[in-house]
């Protein structure tokens, strides 16, 4: 089991490394340069030689490999290093910007599964055959439709139509409302599909008419069968859905005009930010393996046949 | 009077509002009075304002709360008459609507433009026309005092209104606010609000008036030395006072940059030498050359006055994140920062040095304004249009029939400068020849452009610089659509049709790249729709894409993008020069690698900028811009207005002289 | 979209019943053939050049532009028409470099030695570890604009998830008797591999390359939107939405009816993903 766990971290840290390097070499030689993003703009009237000179102060002129040590080891001694845009340091925009982003993709991921249980369940056990069939096709629909669109139909449709919920001047709760609705559209559809299919599977397994003879109730078929077949692969989108909800917050706090992560990468591209992004980078890698580490540890705990076979 | 009236509708588009203050004689109702003057508010093609708000200029009462509807009838008529009677267009007639404080007027057909008459009658600029509704509104007057007694309950409450917070709009954080290089408008909302400056420029009017400086400053002949007297008892908002020692730091650092801190020059400030103390309160500025421009700079949010701590930051402490460690002397501070997403200016209670022309003393109106950073146009409009924000900024052209139908106002503002237009990079082998580029200028329809992607808020330009810019001279000669002179012109320089449509001249396809001016408004869209013109006389003209970085970066080399989209605000003579010299913006790359294409230009240049005398400058710039004309070197689409959408219960928004706005006088009537 | 990799891998029995012949499955390929055949032979389908200006600008649908007019003054049906060979195009060559290079690693990961399945499944791990649009964003300013580098960009994000599932299914197939009968016939790892393991595996990967093809599509428009997409005029689909998205207030078919098109083109293609799936459970 120990050495289970060891080579499982040995893994999430060399991902890490690798993801690290990866990036930083990408960030490097892409076209466009943060000094000219931030200095280059003919209003500022700065000459060539000074632009030269900010770079120099930076550190932007040193060969790669040596900025690649420097920001290496500032990393591991957890010195992010400075923005090239805002001059702030990194951790403090992190630190910043991390708690609306975490709200607001936590909250978005339990709509998701809210989302995919209604819509589970009434596909299931609703008494109407045509909301079982309705409810079935919402899951492809769900994934058809692009963020941004949503984003913007339900704003134009609950806070300026309708005036339900404002979006200036609303407060935190108010402003987690729509955003997460946006995102956690698509992240539902897998979900809702994932219990959609472990209820059939569950429900055509020859045990169950048995139980149902015997004059069980849907509940107590549910709960000891489906949610035991469908927390594995639940987690394991869990950890795969990461990405999206990063991409969805990209998406939505630029569109509700929200601080965030999301805000922070899309400006920090557009100025070639890069001690920005790569610290971007490295959190949510941090953040995705740790998460799928967390559901790699927690398999063989929830299902026996694999914890005999870790033990093996 | 008839409410139905018809007049003279001109023919020539409407241009952008402006206010303009109707002086009206003093009336008296029982104990109340009426305003002696109101502004109107002249908002686009649709509509006029005409503002019944707390004591708008010097000298004037506070105006009534509301208003009888005969006094209304009588302040359009004064308009109506005005305009007839000097500016030769007039305002077909109302429906009349009244809300507390204000009364809107829909359905006028058309309106005049008190800025710029010249709109109206091309060839014959008029610059003082605000001075004609004057005349016009004093014909009247008895007539109006009349009406108003008449109406009964036309009175004033008193004071105007005070407290509250307005949220406010903008479309992109701000990127520095070191002054000298604040030029990009979401700046200005921070540095017009919290940093004075030693001179006032009036923005109807342009003229100059005393602000810091108690007295506009005393030149010397050649106009290498201005010496100014600064006001007594002015504090910054950490405490510290407004010194002579603290100005002269000022411009020391405006004038002259400071390289180490990679701190630039202002482009407002050109000679400088250096800045001198003669007494506790007079200070001295020296300048290598002559240098008229300076007054005017003084003005300008460029040469916005910081304490001295604030003076010795470097570039990243002007950045975004540390603006509440940015320190004026004016009537707001920023409160708090939310880095790239809010800010909050707090008004400072203890203000009490506007300039002396200015309407309103004492301190601002409202206690804070929250400032949102929504760069989603249809979420800014929508919030608007919803009621959840007060006033926003860039108002696109296409959503301005969206806020007429609201509530809210829209309120263009000129910006008085050098146009929205494409600039040609002379120094390319395709753009080197003059018939190549007015074959271009002749096959763009700008009417056409103008008709399909904007509204009347956006004039069509008739020079490099805008018609109520100072030195504007009509160029419309040279940019009319003619597409089969553009074929002639093409074939005359060689360029023979190719097998797709597109022209070729020796194995070299008629092919050019134009940048996409992000900050301008549709400037996409703008390019798309001149690109199909131009396909039709064979002309390929392609869109750069690219995020903002690389665009700043690529737009500097001609190989990549030769033909340059921008415009530039500043309400002086000196703005050509800022756009078109070779040390300064350089659209035109003239003098790329060291090689001035054309010296020509950059001596008419430079003169407009060294001439002591303001009549030689007129000229300077006159000849300038029919230079620029002439050789095709660019092609003015519109005069680019800053256009904001405002709620009809926010009185008192204004902008200063290049239309950057202003919360100084605002209030908010519930 | 690596998480439809483990829906399609986890609910196969679910689909069962299901055949290509169901009305939903034939609307699907309806829809897909007209998408298909507007993107091969678009002028058969519309007269209006879908970049020059042929009528007023934001006109509401009629009988002469069905779709209204843009804010240029395009025909908008005619540029959703010509938008489908940009759209389709991109969103094929996104699937193809997802599904060539991933099932490579994937299938390679899974029929060779520890060591080199080690080394891929940990390069599929960073790829999954860099947040996608990230990735794509960053591929784009590199490679430039363009729909291909776009596509490119696109199908870079999604080579992990199929990686993943080939690999898982190469993995399965390889233990199972059948194969082992084949080795022990004296078949080579080659001709194993490429007779037995493969065909057997790939129908899932077939499926995901189906569900992905919707994916890239909005992924796509979703670039488009962060303005990283094909440059303007060019008729794209996600383009379309994301420049148009100013005016849904004010001329609702402008998103919307280009928005139709789009939703009803992914849906058809992840419902034949899931024939395909439940044609190979039956």
Known sequence: MWSYVLRRLGQALLVLFVAFTATFFLLHYLPGDSVIARYGSPQLGLSSAEVAEIRASIGADQPVWTQFWLALTGFLTGDLGFSTQTGASVSSMLAAALPATAALTLTSFLLAVVLAFTIAFTSTFSPFAWLRRVTRALPPLFISIPVFWLAIVLIQVFSFQLGLVPVIG??????????????????????????????????????????????????????????????????????????????????????????????????????????????????????????????????????????????? | MSLRREFVLSQYRPVSAVMAYVPLPLGRCGRTAIAPCLPANIVDAGRIVIWGTPSQRKGCRPASQSFDEPVLVILLNIITQAANAHVQTAVSMPVLHITSQSFRVETVNQYVHPMSPSHLRPGHPRRDSSHHFRLGATALAASLALAACGGGDVGAEGDPETGGTLTYLEHQPYDTLYPPAAGFYPNGAVINNIADRLLWQDPETLELHPWIATELPEVNEDATEFTFTIREGVTYSDGTELTAENVVKNFDLYGRGDSERTLSVSEAINNYDHGEVIDENTVRFHFDEPAPGFAQATSTINSGLLSDETLDHTQEDFGPGNATTIIGSGPFVVAEEELGTEYTLEAREDYDWAPEEHHHQGPALIDAVNVIVTPEDSVRIGSLVSGQADVARQIEAQDEEQLEESEAEIEAYGTKSVNNGFNFRIGHPILEDLETRQAIIHAVDREAVLESLFTDSYPLATSPLASDALGYSDQSEHYEYDPDRAIELLEEAGWEEGPDGIRERDGERLHLTVNEAHPQPRSAELVTVVAQQLREVGIELELLSGDRAQQNEEAQDPELVQIFHSMVGRADYDVIKSQYHSENRNVLLNGYED???????????????????????????????????????????????????????????????????????????? | MSSVATVLTRSRKSQTGMSLLRPSVLLAFGALLVSVSWALAPGLFTSYDPIANVGPSLQAPSAEHLFGTDSTGRDVLSRVIHGARETLTGALMAVAVGFLVGTAMGVLSGSSHRSVDEVLMRIVDVLLAIPSLLLSLSVIILLGYGTVNVAIAVGITSIAAFARLARSQVVQVSRSDFVEAAYGSGGSFGTVLWRHILPNSLTPVLALAALQFGSAILQISTLGFLGYGAPPPTPEWGLMIAESRDFVATAWWLTTLPGLVLVITVLATNRLSYAIQARRNA
């Not at chain 1, 609303?170 to 946006?182: F, K, R, V």
């Not at chain 1, 559209?185 to 209820?199: C, E, K």
């Not at chain 2, 709620?647 to 950057?660: D, K, N, Y």
């Open chain 1, 170 to 312: 609303a407060s935190d709760l108010q402003a987690l409302i729509l955003p997460s609705l946006a995102i956690s559209v698509p992240i539902a559809a897998p979900l809702a599909q994932i219990l959609v299919s472990s209820i059939d599977e569950v429900r055509s397994q020859p045990f169950v008419s048995v139980v149902r003879a015997k004059g069980a109730s849907n509940n107590w078929l549910l709960w000891r069968n489906v949610l035991g077949n469908a927390l594995l692969p639940a987690l394991t989108i869990a950890g795969l859905l990461f990405g999206e909800l990063i991409a969805g917050a990209v998406v939505t706090e630029t569109i509700f005009g929200r601080s965030g992560i999301g805000r922070m990468t899309e400006q920090a591209v557009a100025n070639r930010d890069m001690p920005v992004l790569q610290a971007i980078v490295v959190l949510s890698a941090a953040t995705f393996v740790l998460i799928n580490l967390i559901v790699d540890l927690l398999y063989p705990v929830l299902d026996p046949r694999l914890r005999k076979k870790v033990r093996a």
């Open chain 2, 595 to 670: 090689e001035v294409t054309d010296p020509e230009l950059e001596s008419l240049l430079e003169d407009i900028a060294s001439l002591p005398d303001e009549a030689d400058r007129v000229v300077a710039s006159e000849q300038a811009q029919e230079y620029l004309a002439e050789n095709a070197y660019v092609l003015p689409f519109f005069e680019e207005p800053q256009v904001y959408g405002v709620q009809p219960h926010v009185l008192g928004f204004e902008t200063e002289s290049v239309a950057r706005p202003s919360f100084y006088a605002v209030s908010l009537d519930d």
